[in-house]
C-alpha cells in the first residue's frame, strides 16, 4: 500500500474548550456581503485568519475588547465585542495618489530602497512565534489526507542569515484515507518549515538579491492598501534565462515605512525539469512527476512597536503523476499554510536540534490519529472551511470509532 508523505494540511473543528474569552465571527465585504478569506484578525497579541468561508476564532486568557480585520484592498475596521459572534464588514479602500507615489515611477528603485529600510523596519533580535500550521493533499477532487499542527518557531534577528532558525512541532493530528490507492509518496517544498526557507526578506539571496534581481523585469503596477497603508505594488516577471526556474509575482510594499508587507509569487513551468528541480524533494522510483503549480503567499504586519514581523504564510502545489503501466496521469493538489498566532520578543531561547523539526521530515510523519474534541483547548487555531468539514467529516466515517 502506497503511503503519503505529503507536507500539507487541515483543521478539525474545535467543539470544546477551556475556560477562556472566546470570539469568533465573519469577515465580509460590506458592498457585496461576500465573505472575505485570508484577512487578518487580530486582538491585542493574538492574531489568526479567515477561512474560506471569512469565519475565525479567537481564544485568549482575559475578555476581548476589540477585534480588527484587514485584508489588501480593505481599510481596516475594528469592532467592539459585544457578543461572541461577530460580523465585520470590511469597506473597500479608496487609493489617494499622493505626489511622492506619482513620483515613484522607477519599480527598482522602490525595490531597494525597501531593501535597505529592513534592519530599520524588521526586528534584529531573536524572536519566538506560535503558530498554526495546516496542510491537505486532494486526488483529483477527492481529499486523500489532511493534517494539522501547532508549531512553535524561532528566528534569529533580519540582520543575521536563518541558518539558526528552527521550528518545533508541539502538538498535532492526522486523518488519512484508508483507501487503497489514494496516497502517494511524494515530498515536496514546503511544509512547517516554509516561514524558515521562503522567508523573502531575510533570505534576500532567493529574489532580492541584486543578481537574482538582474533576472527579472519590475513593473510599477496601481498601488493598493492593506488596512490603512498605502502600498506601492511591484509586478516582477523572468527576463533572462537561467539554470533554475523563475518566479512571476508582485511584491507589496508600504508606502511609509518601505517595509515589505506581501510577496505574491508563482514558479515558472515552462520548463518542466526546472520547476521539478525546485518543488520536487522525492517520489518512488517508477512514478513520473508532472509540475503543474507552485505559488507562494507571504503576508507581513506592521506591530505596534513599529516593526514588521511575518504573519502568514501559504503554498500551493499542483501536479500529475503517472506510472509507466498507466495510460493516464492522475492530479494532484497539496496546500500548506501557517499563521502565526502570538509572538514572543524578550526572554526567547532557541530550538534545541533534536526537538526542531527537519528538512527531511514530513509533517505527516510526525504527528498521529486523534479525535479528541478538546484537542486544541486554548490554542489559536484557523476555523476550518465548511467544505474541508465535509471532507473530514467523509473521512472520518472510514475510521472505526
Known amino acids: 500500500m502506497r503511503r503519503i508523505l505529503f507536507f500539507l494540511l487541515l483543521a478539525l473543528p474545535p467543539t470544546l474548550w477551556a475556560q477562556r474569552a472566546v470570539v469568533s465571527g465573519k469577515v465580509t465585504d460590506a458592498a457585496t456581503g461576500r465573505a ?29 475588547s476589540t477585534v480588527t480585520a484587514s485584508h489588501i484592498g480593505y481599510r481596516a475596521t475594528t469592532v467592539t465585542v459585544t457578543d461572541r459572534q461577530l460580523t465585520i464588514r470590511l469597506q ?4 489617494v495618489l499622493s505626489e511622492v507615489l506619482v513620483m515613484a515611477d522607477n519599480p527598482l528603485e522602490v525595490v531597494m530602497a525597501a531593501i535597505g529600510r529592513i534592519p530599520q523596519n524588521y526586528s534584529q533580535q531573536p ?13 483529483r477532487q477527492h481529499y486523500m489526507c489532511v493534517a494539522e499542527g501547532v508549531v512553535d518557531m524561532y528566528k534569529t534577528g533580519y540582520g543575521r542569515s536563518s541558518g539558526r532558525d528552527r521550528v518545533a512541532i508541539r502538538k498535532g493530528r492526522r486523518l488519512v484515507s484508508p483507501r487503497r490507492g489514494d496516497t502517494l509518496s511524494v515530498k515536496v517544498l514546503g511544509g512547517p518549515l516554509a516561514p524558515v526557507q521562503l522567508d523573502v526578506v531575510k533570505n534576500t539571496e532567493l529574489l532580492l538579491s541584486p543578481e537574482e534581481l538582474d533576472c527579472y523585469d519590475l513593473k510599477m503596477e496601481t498601488p493598493t492598501s492593506i488596512g490603512d497603508r498605502l502600498q506601492y505594488v511591484v509586478r516582477l516577471s523572468p527576463r533572462r534565462v537561467m539554470p533554475y526556474a523563475l518566479y512571476f509575482g508582485r511584491l507589496y510594499i508600504d508606502q511609509q515605512t518601505l517595509a515589505f508587507t506581501r510577496a505574491e509569487l508563482s514558479l515558472d513551468m515552462s520548463d518542466r525539469q526546472k520547476a521539478t528541480d525546485q518543488m520536487l524533494i522525492r517520489k518512488p522510483a517508477g512514478v513520473r512527476f508532472r ?3 507552485l505559488s507562494l503567499l507571504i503576508d507581513f504586519r506592521l506591530d505596534a512597536d513599529g516593526k514588521t514581523r511575518m504573519s502568514y504564510v501559504c503554498t500551493t502545489f499542483r501536479f500529475n503523476c503517472d506510472w509507466k503501466r498507466r495510460l493516464l ?12 498566532t502570538s509572538t514572543s520578543h524578550t526572554g526567547v531561547q532557541p530550538i534545541r536540534g533534536r526537538e526542531s523539526f527537519d528538512q527531511r521530515d514530513a509533517f505527516f510523519d510526525k504527528v498521529d490519529y486523534f479525535r479528541d474534541p478538546l484537542f486544541w483547548q486554548n490554542y489559536n487555531i484557523i476555523e476550518p472551511s465548511e467544505s474541508l468539514d465535509r471532507a473530514v467529516s467523509k473521512l472520518l466515517k472510514r475510521f472505526p470509532k
Open 36 to 64: 472575505v478569506a485570508g484577512a487578518s484578525v487580530r486582538s491585542g497579541g493574538l492574531s489568526v485568519v479567515t477561512n474560506d468561508d471569512g469565519f475565525f476564532v479567537l481564544k485568549g486568557d482575559s475578555a476581548l
Open 92 to 95: 473597500p479602500a479608496a487609493v
Open 127 to 139: 524572536e519566538g512565534y506560535q503558530c498554526f500550521y495546516r496542510e491537505k493533499a486532494l486526488k
Open 291 to 293: 509540475p503543474k503549480e
Open 329 to 340: 496521469a492522475t492530479s494532484f493538489a497539496a496546500f500548506c499554510e501557517m499563521a502565526v
